[in-house]
């Protein structure tokens, strides 16, 4: 037993005791290094991921034309590293869907559907003209042992082009990720021409499954940057919507997905949801009825996958290290790489070239001057050698290199076939041919920037066809996700507890909202708060105003009279609420002990009252009773102390008669880059809107429309001519192209259809008619210019002098037969425009009007002196009683 436990001694001692942390952190380590550098993040080199490069590098060494099985390169592909057959197969279908270095035959799947690709065994590839010229050389490949020695396999592929940047990439390693977003195949080859002059260039991400693109934010791929993507949304009708395309990384199931799930949560209204992609992409959309299909547009970008944010994070191996950088340094490198592989290949040629041109210069001075003759008497291999190195020697002042041993065998492998049928002239003509492909190649050398512009220029030349930019760049507006929310709840208040929610049904209905809404409270202490809707929440007691906050609403004016806890005083003021913080009180009094509000209105477009206030009878003032005019306060922040309404005691406030707003109107722009109304001075100034007023939009397909000025409409800003506020006294003068006639007419017309947001025709049903220009202007003058070249013809018009106004659905008169290349509006009359009238008996009031006011002007200044010595004319303003008994306001 001791032997034993002896053994079992020295045994222990030969062990060393290693800490866990220390394994813990090499192998940590070792693990993340393989993963970036060996699995998931691209080579600045060629753009490609190892098993990427493995593929190509196996379909290149399988390539005879035809296509080859998938299942067959996965083989291949695993001779030069055990990945997982699976993982090769996704790796290959990644490849062959972005259709640019694979040819692809069968059922590859589809980026837009989400339909996964048949079986490796099913389905073929090939290396597209395009691969092979840009990706493959032998002669400038460096190359490395496959993972068992058994084979060679590139380092990085010679890749002359910026493949990267083109197809995108998405990786995700230990402790980082990488995502470079796909970018168009012929602005990458324009911005490196544009690189290599000197030019600055911008680039940004273009997509297969199209759509609209948000690049204000991209920060050129680096972290940090984002863009905002969205499908193509059509109105067919006012109750059907058509998607037209997905944003990237959507698919259309994931699209209709979330559609359905926005409508069950309540947040857009739809009836029915119906698939129709084929060969494009189009998702139908029925509206339930009463649905507006403008807002439930922004309701789609705002709830569901038809808008979708994107952040870059560009990523790349450099010198065996991740390095984060931006797209347009990665092109730079990209190019540079590509001059150098240039200039490889043109030393490469240049050495060919001149070894071609060494070897037939030996071979004709050998046969033409006989020196092969002096060989015969040669005894020995030896005595060959030297004297043709004798021989050769002689001439070697035209050699543009030494002679060297392997020359000199060279020409005893000639055989007397080849000496006794050469060419002296062909000879001639191929050495001379040989010296004009070197000095082709040296000028290239020494001009490689043009070289390489010209490289690029013939990629652009040959495969640029069918690869235009498909994702359309725009600016997006930014939509409030609580103003297009359908009202799927209803909001209830219980006063006197301090409830609201929407799930007291059984108290007093407020408004409908939607469950993303903010409400805002007011009690009768003088309190305010925000706050998320809930199904019931506590907002304190005696609650005095609920509604749905509307932030940043600089319109919406409450109207406030509180009395003062310490002084006793009463004060007044005006306010909006545009930013609060959620949940905090906010103190609408100066904060003392008692105090409380005594009248209270929300006003949505800061109408001011007049309420009747009624002082106690106990207090000492004379008057008793006054009236108070919420206009003549100025209205100012939450905050501030407000205008003494009176030191007196108040009894009562009582509405005396409702106000009219002391805003005015709204102004409005539109904004042309989004095709959306605004108040932020975005685009062409409309004008001032209140009330009724509506705007006119006027489209190149000769309809007109008339909508409210409501910010959530859409326009067509792309078919958009002329949008302007709608003046029922204004004609519209229009130059329009009858496409069947194929002539141009001239018309003049006032909108006659007030029905709203429906299309009115006013031109020609004929295909190919469409409207050349159109004015809202009273008198407008225009510069035509008429013909082509030397022919080309200016003339000034005043289009309201050649036509009468007529009636919306005229034909109008014929304009011109000749070539019209360009209508410029020059001025504009600002006198208000009398129409004409359409009944002859009718009196002409212009005449009649300028006779009444030329006989007033005679009068006043006949008169003058009497007019302006008129005391009557100036009214004094009637003192107050008592000051003590009116309102006192600072």
Same mark, same amino acid.
């Given at each position: 037993?001791?032997?034993?436990?002896?053994?079992?001694?020295?045994?222990?001692?030969?062990?060393?005791?290693?800490?866990?942390?220390?394994?813990?952190?090499?192998?940590?380590? %070792?693990?993340?290094?393989?993963?970036?550098?060996?699995?998931?993040?691209?080579?600045?080199?060629?753009?490609?991921?190892?098993?990427?490069?493995?593929?190509?590098?196996?379909?290149?060494?399988?390539?005879?034309?035809?296509?080859?099985?998938?299942?067959?390169?996965?083989?291949?592909?695993?001779?030069?590293?055990?990945?997982?057959?699976?993982?090769?197969?996704?790796?290959?279908?990644?490849?062959?869907?972005?259709?640019?270095?694979?040819?692809?035959?069968?059922?590859?799947? %589809?980026?837009?559907?989400?339909?996964?690709?048949?079986?490796?065994?099913?389905?073929?590839?090939?290396?597209?003209?395009?691969?092979?010229?840009?990706?493959?050389?032998?002669?400038?490949?460096?190359?490395?042992?496959?993972?068992?020695?058994? !084979?060679?396999?590139?380092?990085?592929?010679?890749?002359?082009?910026?493949?990267?940047?083109?197809?995108?990439?998405?990786?995700?390693?230990?402790?980082?990720?990488?995502?470079?977003?796909?970018?168009?195949?012929?602005?990458?080859?324009?911005?490196?021409?544009?690189?290599?002059?000197?030019?600055?260039?911008?680039?940004?991400?273009?997509?297969?499954?199209?759509?609209?693109?948000?690049?204000?934010?991209?920060?050129?791929?680096?972290?940090?940057?984002?863009?905002?993507?969205?499908?193509?949304?059509?109105?067919?009708?006012?109750?059907?919507?058509?998607?037209?395309?997905?944003?990237?990384?959507?698919?259309?199931?994931?699209?209709?997905?979330?559609?359905?799930?926005?409508?069950?949560?309540?947040?857009?209204?739809?009836?029915?949801?119906?698939?129709?992609?084929?060969?494009?992409?189009?998702?139908?959309?029925?509206?339930?009825?009463?649905?507006?299909?403008?807002?439930?547009?922004?309701?789609?970008?705002?709830?569901?996958?038809?808008?979708?944010?994107?952040?870059?994070?560009?990523?790349?191996?450099?010198?065996?290290?991740?390095?984060?950088?931006?797209?347009?340094?990665?092109?730079?490198?990209?190019?540079?790489?590509?001059?150098?592989?240039?200039?490889?290949?043109?030393?490469?040629?240049?050495?060919?070239?001149?070894?071609?041109?060494?070897?037939?210069?030996?071979?004709? *001075?050998?046969?033409?001057?006989?020196?092969?003759?002096? $060989?015969?008497?040669?005894?020995?291999?030896?005595?060959?050698?030297?004297?043709?190195?004798?021989?050769?020697?002689?001439?070697?002042?035209?050699?543009?290199? %030494?002679?060297?041993?392997?020359?000199?065998?060279?020409?005893?492998?000639?055989?007397?076939?080849?000496?006794?049928?050469?060419?002296?002239?062909?000879?001639?003509?191929?050495?001379?041919?040989?010296?004009?492909?070197?000095?082709?190649?040296?000028?290239?050398?020494?001009?490689?920037?043009?070289?390489?512009?010209?490289?690029?220029?013939?990629?652009?030349?040959?495969?640029?066809?069918?690869?235009?930019?498909?994702?359309?760049?725009?600016? /997006?507006?930014?939509?409030?996700?609580?103003?297009?929310?359908?009202?799927?709840?209803?909001?209830?208040?219980?006063?006197?507890?301090?409830?609201?929610?929407?799930?007291?049904?059984?108290?007093? /209905?407020?408004?409908?909202?939607?469950?993303?809404?903010?409400?805002?409270?007011?009690?009768?202490?003088?309190?305010?708060?925000?706050?998320?809707?809930?199904?019931?929440?506590?907002?304190?007691?005696?609650?005095?105003?609920?509604?749905?906050?509307?932030?940043?609403?600089?319109?919406?004016?409450?109207?406030?009279?509180?009395?003062?806890?310490?002084?006793?005083?009463?004060?007044?003021?005006? /306010?909006?609420?545009?930013?609060?913080?959620?949940?905090?009180?906010?103190?609408?009094?100066?904060?003392?002990?008692?105090?409380?509000?005594?009248?209270?209105?929300?006003?949505?477009?800061?109408?001011?009252?007049?309420?009747?206030?009624?002082?106690?009878?106990?207090?000492?003032?004379?008057?008793?009773?006054?009236?108070?005019?919420?206009?003549?306060?100025?209205?100012?922040?939450?905050?501030?102390?407000?205008?003494?309404?009176?030191?007196?005691?108040?009894?009562?406030?009582?509405?005396?008669?409702?106000?009219?707003?002391?805003?005015?109107?709204?102004?409005?722009?539109?904004?042309?880059? $989004?095709?959306?109304?605004?108040?932020?001075?975005?685009?062409?100034?409309?004008?001032?809107?209140?009330?009724?007023?509506?705007?006119?939009?006027?489209?190149?397909?000769?309809?007109?429309?008339?909508?409210?000025?409501?910010?959530?409409?859409?326009?067509?800003?792309?078919?958009?001519?002329?949008?302007?506020?709608?003046?029922?006294?204004?004609?519209?003068?229009? *130059?329009?192209?009858?496409?069947?006639?194929?002539?141009?007419?001239?018309?003049?017309?006032?909108?006659?259809?007030?029905?709203?947001?429906?299309?009115?025709?006013?031109?020609?049903?004929?295909?190919?008619?469409?409207?050349?220009?159109?004015?809202?202007?009273?008198?407008?003058?225009?510069?035509?210019?008429?013909?082509?070249? !030397?022919?080309?013809?200016?003339?000034?018009?005043?289009?309201?002098?050649?036509?009468?106004?007529?009636?919306?659905?005229?034909?109008?008169?014929?304009?011109?037969?000749?070539?019209?290349?360009?209508?410029?509006?020059?001025?504009?009359?600002?006198? %208000?425009?009398?129409?004409?009238?359409?009944?002859?008996?009718?009196?002409?009031?212009?005449?009649?009007?300028?006779?009444?006011?030329?006989?007033?002007?005679?009068?006043?200044?006949?008169?003058?002196?009497?007019?302006?010595?008129?005391?009557? $004319?100036?009214?004094?303003?009637?003192?107050?009683?008592?000051?003590?008994?009116?309102?006192?306001?600072?």
């Amino acid at each position: 037993m001791e032997e034993i436990n002896e053994e079992n001694k020295e045994s222990r001692q030969e062990y060393h005791v290693i800490a866990v942390n220390g394994l813990y952190e090499n192998w940590f380590l %070792d693990y993340a290094s393989y993963v970036i550098l060996e699995r998931a993040v691209p080579a600045i080199d060629d753009g490609l991921k190892p098993v990427q490069r493995r593929i190509l590098h196996a379909m290149r060494d399988m390539d005879d034309g035809r296509f080859n099985k998938v299942a067959n390169v996965i083989g291949q592909t695993m001779q030069y590293h055990p990945h997982g057959d699976a993982a090769i197969g996704d790796a290959m279908v990644n490849l062959g869907q972005k259709d640019l270095l694979i040819e692809t035959q069968g059922n590859w799947g %589809d980026v837009r559907t989400g339909d996964a690709a048949a079986a490796p065994r099913y389905i073929e590839a090939r290396l597209s003209k395009f691969a092979l010229e840009v990706a493959f050389n032998k002669q400038t490949t460096i190359w490395q042992n496959s993972y068992d020695g058994r !084979k060679k396999e590139p380092v990085a592929l010679p890749m002359k082009f910026p493949l990267l940047l083109a197809q995108g990439v998405e990786g995700i390693a230990v402790g980082l990720a990488t995502k470079v977003l796909p970018h168009n195949f012929i602005e990458l080859l324009q911005a490196s021409i544009d690189y290599l002059k000197g030019k600055k260039f911008e680039l940004y991400p273009d997509f297969a499954t199209a759509g609209l693109i948000d690049v204000s934010n991209y920060n050129q791929g680096k972290k940090g940057g984002k863009v905002r993507v969205r499908a193509r949304i059509e109105e067919s009708d006012k109750k059907t919507l058509l998607i037209k395309d997905v944003p990237y990384g959507v698919t259309t199931n994931q699209l209709i997905d979330s559609i359905i799930k926005a409508n069950d949560s309540g947040k857009i209204k739809i009836k029915k949801v119906i698939d129709n992609t084929a060969k494009d992409v189009e998702v139908e959309i029925q509206l339930a009825p009463g649905v507006s299909p403008d807002k439930t547009i922004d309701a789609l970008y705002a709830f569901t996958d038809c808008e979708v944010s994107i952040s870059p994070n560009a990523c790349v191996i450099v010198d065996n290290k991740p390095v984060f950088i931006g797209v347009e340094d990665l092109l730079k490198l990209s190019t540079e790489r590509t001059k150098e592989l240039l200039k490889q290949e043109l030393e490469i040629k240049m050495n060919e070239l001149e070894a071609s041109w060494h070897a037939s210069s030996l071979e004709k *001075i050998f046969i033409e001057k006989r020196i092969y003759r002096d $060989i015969e008497e040669c005894e020995t291999f030896e005595d060959v050698i030297d004297t043709i190195w004798r021989g050769m020697n002689k001439f070697r002042k035209l050699f543009r290199r %030494d002679l060297t041993e392997e020359d000199i065998l060279k020409l005893t492998e000639i055989k007397i076939k080849r000496i006794s049928k050469y060419d002296t002239f062909k000879a001639d003509e191929y050495i001379k041919g040989l010296e004009n492909q070197l000095e082709q190649v040296k000028n290239d050398l020494e001009n490689l920037k043009q070289y390489a512009i010209k490289y690029f220029e013939n990629l652009l030349k040959k495969y640029s066809k069918g690869k235009e930019r498909r994702t359309e760049i725009k600016t /997006f507006d930014n939509i409030d996700s609580k103003t297009v929310a359908i009202a799927n709840q209803k909001l209830y208040v219980n006063r006197a507890e301090g409830f609201v929610g929407y799930g007291l049904k059984k108290d007093e /209905f407020v408004v409908d909202c939607s469950d993303i809404d903010d409400i805002i409270v007011f009690r009768r202490d003088g309190k305010m708060l925000v706050s998320k809707v809930q199904e019931k929440a506590f907002m304190g007691k005696d609650i005095i105003h609920v509604d749905v906050f509307r932030k940043n609403d600089e319109r919406r004016t409450y109207n406030l009279i509180y009395l003062d806890g310490k002084t006793k005083t009463s004060y007044a003021k005006r /306010f909006p609420v545009t930013g609060i913080t959620r949940d905090k009180e906010y103190d609408l009094t100066q904060g003392t002990a008692n105090s409380r509000i005594l009248y209270f209105s929300a006003n949505p477009s800061g109408e001011a009252e007049i309420v009747a206030v009624t002082l106690s009878p106990l207090s000492h003032a004379r008057k008793l009773s006054f009236d108070f005019d919420f206009s003549t306060l100025a209205i100012k922040g939450r905050g501030v102390q407000g205008n003494i309404l009176s030191k007196y005691l108040v009894k009562t406030i009582k509405l005396k008669q409702k106000g009219v707003s002391t805003l005015g109107g709204i102004d409005i722009w539109f904004d042309w880059a $989004i095709g959306r109304l605004n108040v932020n001075e975005h685009g062409s100034y409309l004008g001032n809107f209140s009330g009724e007023d509506l705007v006119l939009s006027v489209y190149k397909d000769g309809n007109y429309e008339l909508t409210n000025f409501d910010l959530s409409n859409h326009f067509d800003y792309e078919q958009l001519l002329l949008i302007v506020k709608f003046r029922a006294d204004r004609a519209l003068s229009c *130059i329009y192209f009858d496409g069947k006639a194929k002539q141009n007419y001239l018309k003049r017309f006032v909108i006659e259809t007030l029905t709203l947001n429906k299309k009115f025709l006013f031109i020609s049903e004929e295909k190919g008619s469409h409207v050349v220009f159109v004015s809202d202007h009273k008198q407008p003058k225009i510069k035509l210019l008429i013909g082509k070249g !030397k022919t080309a013809q200016e003339e000034e018009l005043v289009l309201s002098d050649l036509i009468e106004v007529k009636g919306w659905k005229a034909i109008g008169n014929k304009f011109t037969t000749k070539d019209l290349v360009k209508i410029e509006l020059l001025s504009e009359d600002e006198v %208000d425009e009398v129409l004409p009238s359409t009944d002859e008996n009718e009196p002409n009031l212009t005449e009649d009007l300028f006779k009444e006011e030329e006989e007033k002007i005679k009068k006043l200044l006949a008169d003058d002196e009497d007019v302006f010595n008129k005391k009557s $004319i100036a009214t004094k303003k009637p003192k107050p009683e008592n000051p003590s008994d009116q309102p006192k306001l600072f």
